[in-house]
């Protein structure tokens, strides 16, 4: 499977160029930055030592022309102009970046009429089976539970709450039969009054190297209970983006996420 990395100088794209390059059915056809990036003209490999001899381009059209599927975490307008690109060759999208408007989601669904798009705010198996869990947690604590949602992130994550945050809240929501546009809270300060037991809480923190933790509690009178995943490796979303790779060279146009990739839908 011939695939392009956009965000190739990033935390996410290094770690996707070691996996592609480690994978036996995997070879590296593209690897995309943004203009102004100082990597621009380098070999992609170059932090690890080695010579892939692919160059970190910002001509989207280059790093595509060979590409069966590209995978992207960047910013949302790059994976846009990303989507668009790959659109209109027919090349597949694996989307990991957080942060989209709901417009811009409406655009990805638009876009994956015509060619194959995966999109998960988190790539790893876990958080996926742990979202499972949460439907069925939400619907046994349906009534005298809080729920609060609690992500941690490193020092230069630039949204949020983190995409995953939003879709647990989304899990939980959906499984009481609310939206949680209508029902999220995200942060407090001052005088708040007393909780709304409606709500769904949301509490972020940002410090250092943490690479992604999430906690759903549900908090009763007289007990409380937490269902927390805790990624400590950025290996394991670049494992779950290349199962992703690998699920859209075999389907037709349409808009996949995790669920179809495991079998839980
Ligand atoms: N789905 C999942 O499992 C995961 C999702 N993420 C998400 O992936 C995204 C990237 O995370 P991370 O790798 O840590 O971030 P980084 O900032 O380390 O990397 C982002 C890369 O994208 C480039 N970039 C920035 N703006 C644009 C643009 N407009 N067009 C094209 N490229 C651009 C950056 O270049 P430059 O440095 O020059 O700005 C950089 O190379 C985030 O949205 C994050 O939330 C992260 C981890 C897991
Ligand atoms: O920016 C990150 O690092 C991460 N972003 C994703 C998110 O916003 O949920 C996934 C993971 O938590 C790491």
Redesign the pocket.
Known sequence: MRIAI????????RMLIEAVLDAPDCALAGA???A??PQLGQDCGAFLGRATGVAITDDVDAALATSQVLID???P??TL?HLAACADRGVALVI????FSAEQKAEIGAAARRTPVFM?????VGVNVVMRLLEQAAKAFSHGYDIEIIEAHHR??I?AP??TALAMGEAVAKALGRKLADNAVFGREGVTGVRDPSTIGFATVRGGDII?DHTVMFAGIGERIEITHKSSS?AT?AQ?SLRAARFLAQSGPGLYDMNDVLGLN
Do not use: H, Q
Request: hydrophobic residues 20%; proline residues 3%; charged residues 20%.
């Open positions: 956009a965000g190739a100088s990033g935390r996410m794209g995309l930055d943004v102004g990036n975490f960047t910013r307008e790059g102009r990991g970046t957080t942060g998960s705010p988190n790539m790893s230069n994550k949204d983190s995409g992604g950025r979303y779950g």
